[in-house]
C-alpha cells in the first residue's frame, strides 16, 4: 500500500518532530516546572524572615529521643526527634498561611511528625508552635527548614528556608544534647501584636 505524497510528508514532519522531542527530553536535566514561580527566602535561627505579608522566625532546636505531650511520653523514636519552635507573625491584611513545612540534609527530607506542619496566623496576631521532625542523627548537620504555603493552582510562591546551624563540627554536641531526653511538644498559642 502506497500513501499519497502529501500524507507521506505530513507523517514524515510529525516523526521528525516526535523523535526530536525525545532527543531533546533526554539531554535536558530535571527541572521541576514549578522552581520557576519559586522566590527562596533565606533565613537562620533567631533571625526573622518576611514572608507573604508576615513575619516567621525558628526560636528554638531541641533535640530528643522522645516527645511527650501535657507531660505524657506519646512517641518515642530509635533515631533522633528534631523540635523547632517557630514563632509567626501577621503584619499584613490576609491571613499569613503556611501550611507545610519539610526539613533537610545530605539530599534527604523529612516531613513533620505528626501536625501541624505550620502556622496559621490572622491579621494582627502572633502564633508560637512547635513542629516536630524524625531525622537520621548521623546526618543533622545543614538541616534546614523549607516552610510554605501548598498552593492547589500553580502559581507564585514564597519558601522560607532557615539553616538551623548545625556544621559538622557541631553535630555531635547536638546529637549527645538529645540522647535519652524527652521533649515537651507546646501546643499552638496565639496573642494579638501590640
Known amino acids: 500500500m502506497t500513501l499519497p505524497p502529501r500524507l507521506a510528508s505530513v507523517l ?76 509567626a507573625s501577621d503584619t499584613g491584611t490576609k491571613d499569613l498561611q503556611l501550611t507545610d513545612s519539610r526539613l533537610f540534609s545530605h539530599e534527604i527530607t523529612y516531613d513533620s ?9 490572622n491579621p494582627g496576631f502572633r502564633s508560637t508552635l512547635d513542629v516536630a521532625f524524625e531525622v537520621d542523627p548521623d546526618l543533622i548537620d545543614d538541616l534546614t527548614l523549607d516552610i510554605y504555603q501548598s498552593q492547589l493552582i500553580s502559581g507564585y510562591a514564597q519558601h522560607a528556608r532557615i ?6 563540627e557541631t553535630a555531635e554536641r547536638w546529637r549527645a544534647s538529645g540522647r535519652g531526653r524527652t521533649l515537651e511538644v507546646g501546643k499552638e498559642s496565639r496573642q494579638g501584636i501590640g
Do not use: W
Not at 35 to 43: A, E, F, K, R, S
Not at 113 to 121: D, E, K, M, R
Open 163 to 168: 539553616s538551623l546551624g548545625i556544621t559538622a
Open 12 to 87: 514524515l514532519a510529525i516523526g521528525c518532530v516526535a523523535v526530536a522531542t525525545v532527543g531533546l527530553r533526554s539531554t535536558q536535566p530535571d527541572v521541576d516546572a514549578r522552581d520557576y514561580n519559586v522566590q527562596i527566602v533565606p533565613g537562620r535561627v533567631g533571625q526573622a524572615v518576611h514572608i507573604r505579608g508576615g513575619e516567621l522566625e525558628v526560636t528554638n532546636v531541641r533535640f530528643g529521643s522522645a516527645l511527650a505531650e501535657y507531660g505524657e511520653v506519646s512517641d518515642r523514636t530509635a533515631g533522633m526527634f528534631v523540635v523547632l519552635t517557630i514563632e
Open 113 to 121: 511528625y505528626g501536625f501541624p506542619g505550620g502556622p496559621l496566623v
